[in-house]
C-alpha cells in the first residue's frame, strides 16, 4: 500500500495532465501536508494549482467583459 505522500503525489500529477491537456499552462503550484502529532504521519494535503488561460483566440469579439 502506498503512503499519503505517495497518493497525494500521484493526484497533484492527475490535475497537472488533466488540466495540460486541456491546453492550459500552470504557472504555479503549491502543496501542503498536515500532519498528526508526533509520528509525523501525513494525515491530509491542499494543493494549489494557478492556471493560466489565454483568451486571444476567443472569437466571441461581443463579449462585454473582454477589454478592446
Known amino acids: 500500500m502506498s ?3 505517495d497518493q ?4 497533484q500529477n492527475k ?3 488533466l488540466i ?7 504557472t504555479a503550484l503549491e502543496l501542503t501536508e ?11 494535503a491542499e494543493i494549489k494549482l494557478t ?3 489565454d ?5 466571441d469579439d461581443q463579449n ?3 477589454i478592446k
Not at 34 to 44: I, K, L, P, R, S
Open 55 to 59: 483568451y486571444q483566440d476567443d472569437e
Open 51 to 53: 492556471v493560466a488561460i
Open 64 to 66: 462585454p467583459y473582454r
Open 15 to 17: 490535475l497537472i495532465e
Open 3 to 5: 503512503s499519503v505522500k
Open 20 to 26: 495540460q491537456s486541456q491546453g492550459r499552462n500552470i
Open 34 to 44: 498536515d500532519e498528526c502529532g508526533f509520528a509525523g504521519d501525513v494525515v491530509g
Open 8 to 11: 497525494t503525489i500521484n493526484d
